[in-house]
């Protein structure tokens, strides 16, 4: 009987071996340098993973309550709110006015010094959650709005209020940060914001999306 | 007609023919191992600081990292130990637990000051006060506590722009602790790869770090000393 040489002997193995770990390294999940979704952001909707993430899911009516904003200048977030809202108009998506059984609650105050944020974001305490972070689709609702005067500094002129009042009802329905800084004079959604419009680009995919 | 062959080769009686793709079979599993061990923990990682995230309107960006020392008062190379719940600042008290703004404070061990220097110059540790958007998911974040080798840009709390009108009492309560200024202030080292905090922008100015050496990242900050 012609024995097997030592060298065909050690590829059939490594062969072999190879077969069986491939598909185990391949499920393994990979880190991204980037994830563009954090956990628990999905405010109430389904959101896609494109850097210029826009969302869907919702019905297009969204109950908003603006809970004791201030309502003198260079604080008046109550009205920077309303025009924030109404910036959104014509679209598909439409607001009402609440004061209590919200969609999204929008609070101000001071709430110390948060890393750094003016304005945030973010799922309500006792919040209901649906979709899954495996899927990139986490959602939640209520979502909150909350203006923090503890960063004064980016409170100083109405303008100013008035853009992050912009880019905060922007996150409370999806819309992420554009990251291309040619876009910042046109939208307040890029970070920090210098004024309070949207584009025409956002709109229309509010429109495809509600 | 009668084949001769060379007896085969052997160590203690096993033949060369069966020991080395054993070996090599042993070879391809440690690296199999080593590489899920890594890609399981790196994601772990990355899903802390993920919980943390903010979605909002930053106070101030930088465009570089010299710009962030500026406004740090240390630059620190180190790693968290230990995290717990923290402060809870009440914005609105007529809004119950939605007017309430939740924080972690997170015990950072020092392995190098790399630039500016700690309220306390002889402190090996630093309390970081992490702010948590997502309360119900603050369970988890605390589960999943991040302990990579990392570069925080820490602004002592007591030096905060936010806190100048602040009296002297309160100055003494904010002097315990440091937040990071935003979230372009923490590079992790990765497998020896600098990694911005997963949130970051691809087209944000710090994340051009982004996939460089982390000894580099090391070499420049202490250049900024």
Redesign the interface.
């Known amino acids: 009987m ?3 040489s ?1 060298l065909r ?2 590829a ?3 062969l072999t ?2 077969v069986v ?1 491939a598909p ?2 391949a499920a ?14 999905n405010h109430g909707h389904i959101c896609d993973t494109t ?1 210029l993430s826009q969302c869907k899911g919702w019905a297009a009516g969204v109950d908003i309550a603006l ?2 904003l201030e309502t003198v200048a260079p604080h008046n977030l109550k009205q920077a709110t309303r025009d924030a809202i109404a910036l959104l108009q014509p679209t598909d998506l439409f607001f009402s006015e609440v004061t209590s059984g919200d969609d999204i ?1 929008v ?21 209901t ?1 649906s979709g899954s972070e495996a899927s990139n689709t986490r959602a939640c609702t209520p979502s ?1 709005i ?1 203006y ?1 005067y ?5 409170f100083d002129t109405q303008s100013e209020s008035d853009s ?1 009042a912009c ?2 009802v922007g ?1 409370s329905i999806g819309l ?2 554009w ?3 040619a876009q910042r004079p046109n939208t307040c959604m890029y ?3 210098i004024v309070d419009v949207y584009t025409q680009h956002e709109k229309d995919v509010i429109n495809a999306n509600f | 007609m009668r084949t001769s062959s060379r007896p085969a080769a052997h160590i203690h009686g096993i033949s060369l023919a069966t020991l080395v793709p054993l070996f090599l079979i042993g070879l391809l599993v440690a690296a199999e191992v080593a590489h899920l061990t890594r890609s399981s923990s790196a994601a772990a990682e990355d899903k802390f600081w993920a919980g943390l995230a903010v979605e909002g309107s930053q106070y101030e960006r930088f465009d570089s990292l010299a710009d962030m020392r500026e406004r740090a008062s240390v630059v620190v190379l180190g790693r968290f130990t230990d995290v717990e719940r923290g402060r809870v600042f009440v914005g609105d008290p007529a809004a119950g637990e939605r007017g309430k703004a939740y924080y972690l404070s997170a015990t950072l061990a020092i392995e190098e000051v790399l630039a500016g220097r700690p309220r306390d110059p002889d402190a090996t540790t630093l309390t970081v006060e992490l702010f948590a958007p997502n309360v119900d998911a603050i369970p988890e974040v605390i589960a999943g506590l991040s302990h990579e080798r990392s570069v925080f840009f820490l602004l002592n709390k007591a030096e905060h722009p936010a806190n100048e009108r602040i009296d002297a009492s309160q100055r003494e309560i904010e002097a315990r602790y440091y937040e990071a200024i935003g979230d372009q202030a923490v590079l992790r080292d990765v497998d020896g790869v600098v990694r911005p905090r997963p949130e970051l922008a691809e087209t944000d100015p710090i994340a051009v770090w982004n996939g460089k050496g982390f000894d580099e990242l090391l070499w420049t900050l202490r250049g900024l000393r």
Do not use: K
Not at chain 1, 28 to 41: D, E, L
Not at chain 1, 107 to 127: I, L
């Open positions: 012609e024995r097997r030592p002997h050690a059939m193995w490594a071996a190879a770990l185990i390294h393994t999940p990979t880190v991204a340098a980037h994830s563009p979704h954090p956990f628990g952001s850097i809970y004791s609650g609070f101000d105050g001071n709430y110390g010094t948060t890393g750094y944020a003016a304005g945030w974001t973010s799922c309500a305490v006792g919040a959650y909150d909350h923090n503890s960063y004064g500094g980016r992050i880019q905060e996150h992420r940060h990251q291309d800084l970070d920090p914001p």
